[in-house]
């Protein structure tokens, strides 16, 4: 046992009685819409409220990333970050207003990722409660243009533009608990728009059908040859176009994402599909257009790295059954700049991306222990070697 | 006529967020201060303005010294949930359970005056979608600043579309622009510096509402404000800006009804001031139509707009807070 692991099962206890606080800031934050590119309004709720918490550097950087200092007590530590993105992928049309059951909060985004960032914000007046003090400075920065379109910007710029070193990172997500990511994989996410001009079809007897184009895109797709070393996949994940039944479609978007251990390996497949989406464009005749979305690089810990150790160690204590997959999030650019992180869920639900997602209140505390004995193994070293 | 009132009397909740100051003020004064919420059928609300309100006003900064439910009957998980969140739930029927019972908002807050502590105490309706801690330390502030200040009452944003063309939050709701606000400009027209008179949310002194009559059903709010004004004048009353409110929608027909016992309620003030004298009784039957199967069916509700005494009246209620020998 270390001393980081010993003390766990009663922090959870701890938590227990600070349910309330936990809750509304899960709740208040939630409940602005703050969608990828429209942040600010949760932003400066986050702001406001790290600062009724007694956070006394309070600040933004640049890129308007809300950021909040507690200092550390030891003047040669490098900091450690907690991050949690603040976009969600519900628009300002959902209506955000939650609704706490006896044993759940409902509501759009409460998984992704109003209870983390409420969590993150919770954290100075936790480690209040829990006489929790640090040797390094602890970062609670909620990221902004995180998801889909926002590639990820906010933790890039953020990172890019800090310029000492960073001892190591938690990256808090909503869920799912148990989830331990430690490497992401090299992925490019794209999007195949197809447009035919309404005006062709009166000229054209065999009038071109933007889905049966995309249609042809998935056939050319499917019949490329993935290896199994470098592991390799292609994920078609959404599509949609036409108006009606019996209208030819004139417009639709294919998207999907190319994932592999291997960088080159996701370079070499974009660049098959770029070579079909531009034969096909030319043979139909309409406009079909390859768009980047988003990408980022593969990079990841070993399992035996002392902080991947000291989680399941952390896990184990609380009774927690890990799984690991490769993560898209904010770990992926820690990672790709050498910097130790993981990432950790921090309850169950269900309906991750709907408007009626549903979060378990009880196992958050055992989920949030598990954030607060990462951090305490950062400061004892497990980043270190 | 008094038309200052509206300069001097009226607040923003951000006048009043220094919530330490606030508490201290509070603990200064030697003041307890408490929340009641009456409820039927809120659970999917009622939980949510338990937590907050817990959390903000009562771990965080002691403002508030108990929350207290006071549910006329729900049918669903409503007293089970707030329980479970910690708040004192409590059947209207079993307060003072030798009285007979009526169904309405206006018999729980006045049941509600003889199961809470406070000094103080804050009504919120339970079924606030938009709930924040503003909604309480929004409208106690004002009776911590200003010694003279014993009631306060919410108003909201409502845009409405001025002659400019550009949105002003101003006016009250349907039955306020329709019913309320024009009773107000012909009998008394300093209260229509009162913006949002209907809205559920207010606060005020146990030695103020202990002395008010309680209508038990809609017209509650109504004859709050006119008998506020009649026994202590418009000056010991406030308002306060909370913004923005988020709420369920009523229908026309619900509407109907809450203009109809409002309607009674404000006649029969007026009748008690003297100020009007009805050659026969009013009725109690709101009378509405509607369409079943092709054919035009009356619709008819009863709306007796019982009233009950000042709690102060209830020989039990003196007794639990007015003992003989206490100082008042």
Not at chain 2, 17 to 46: F, M, Q, W, Y
Not at chain 2, 124 to 139: E, P, Q, S, V
Not at chain 2, 276 to 293: S, T, W
């Amino acid at each position: 046992m270390h001393a980081y692991t010993d003390k766990l099962p009663e922090f959870v206890d701890v938590l227990r009685t600070m349910m309330d606080t936990i809750m509304t800031n899960t709740v208040l934050v939630g409940q602005v819409p703050a969608p990828t590119f429209e942040e600010q309004a949760r932003v400066d709720l986050f702001l406001e409220r790290l600062s009724e918490f007694g956070v006394d550097e309070c600040t933004t950087d640049g890129f308007f990333n809300p950021i909040g200092i507690l200092q550390g007590s030891s003047r040669s530590q490098p900091p450690i970050f907690v991050v949690a993105h603040m976009d969600s992928p519900f628009g300002k049309e959902v209506d955000h207003h939650y609704t706490v059951g006896k044993n759940t909060i409902t509501g759009a985004g409460v998984l992704d990722n109003a209870l983390g960032v409420g969590v993150l914000l919770s954290l100075p007046e936790i480690f209040r409660k829990l006489d929790l003090r640090f040797e390094s400075d602890i970062i609670l920065a909620g990221v902004i243009q995180s998801i889909g379109k926002g590639n990820l910007r906010g933790i890039r710029h953020l990172l890019k533009s800090w310029s000492t070193p960073i001892r190591g990172a938690v990256c808090v997500e909503s869920g799912e608990l148990g989830r331990l990511n430690y490497y992401s994989d090299g992925m490019i996410r794209c999007e195949i728009t197809c447009h035919v001009d309404p005006a062709q079809e009166r000229s054209q007897r065999f009038f071109p059908n933007a889905i049966l184009i995309l249609n042809e895109v998935i056939n050319q797709i499917m019949a490329l040859r993935l290896p199994l070393k470098p592991r390799t996949k292609i994920i078609f994940g959404t599509i949609q176009g036409g108006l009606k039944h019996g209208q030819i479609a004139h417009e639709a978007t294919l998207g999907l994402e190319i994932r592999s251990d291997a960088d080159t390996m996701v370079k070499e497949i974009y660049g098959d599909i770029r070579d079909i989406v531009n034969g096909l464009r030319h043979e139909y005749e309409v406009e079909l257009i390859l768009e980047r979305v988003s990408n980022q690089r593969a990079a990841s810990l070993r399992y035996n790295h002392p902080l991947v150790k000291a989680v399941l160690g952390i896990m184990k204590t609380l009774g927690l059954e890990p799984f690991s997959e490769p993560s898209e999030s904010e770990l992926s650019i820690f990672l790709s700049r050498q910097i130790p992180a993981v990432t950790l869920g921090i309850t169950r639900g269900e309906g991750y991306q709907q408007t009626d997602a549903t979060m378990q209140i009880e196992p958050m505390f055992k989920g949030i222990a598990q954030i607060l004995g990462t951090i305490m193994a950062i400061d004892a070293g497990a980043c270190d070697g | 006529m008094n038309r200052t009132w509206i300069k001097t009397n009226t607040f923003h909740h951000k006048d009043f967020c220094d919530l330490n100051h606030l508490v201290a003020l509070k603990r200064r004064k030697g003041l307890k201060i408490s929340l009641c919420l009456p409820t039927l059928n809120e659970e999917k609300t009622i939980a949510k303005e338990i937590v907050i309100f817990k959390s903000e006003l009562m771990s965080r900064h002691p403002l508030l010294d108990e929350i207290v439910v006071v549910d006329s009957g729900s049918t669903d998980d409503t007293r089970d949930i707030a329980r479970t969140y910690g708040a004192d739930v409590y059947r209207a029927a079993d307060i003072l359970p030798h009285l007979p019972p009526y169904t309405g908002k206006g018999e729980n807050l006045w049941r509600a005056l003889y199961v809470t502590q406070g000094d103080i105490i804050v009504y919120l309706d339970a079924d606030i979608k938009n709930i924040h801690h503003r909604f309480a330390y929004g409208l106690i502030g004002p009776l911590l600043v200003n010694d003279h200040i014993k009631y306060t009452k919410a108003f909201y944003d409502r845009p409405i579309a001025s002659v400019d063309k550009t949105i002003r939050p101003t006016g009250g709701g349907r039955v306020t622009e329709l019913v309320i606000r024009p009773l107000f400009s012909l009998f008394f027209p300093e209260l229509t510096q009162i913006l949002q008179p209907l809205s559920g949310e207010y606060a005020g002194f146990r030695e103020v509402f202990e002395q008010l009559p309680f209508p038990i059903g809609y017209g509650v709010e109504t004859s709050m404000i006119l008998d506020i004004y009649e026994k202590w004048g418009l000056d010991i009353m406030a308002q306060v800006d909370l913004e923005k409110r988020i709420h369920r929608n009523q229908d026309t027909k619900a509407l109907g009804k809450m203009a109809f016992a409002i309607l009674k309620t404000f006649i029969n003030r007026k009748i008690s001031l003297g100020m009007i004298d009805l050659k026969e009784e009013l009725h109690d039957e709101m009378i509405q139509y509607r369409l079943v199967k092709g054919a035009i069916e009356p619709d008819i509700v009863q709306i007796k707009g019982v009233e009950r005494p000042p709690i102060i009246e209830l020989p039990e209620y003196r007794a639990k807070y007015h003992p003989p020998g206490a100082a008042r």
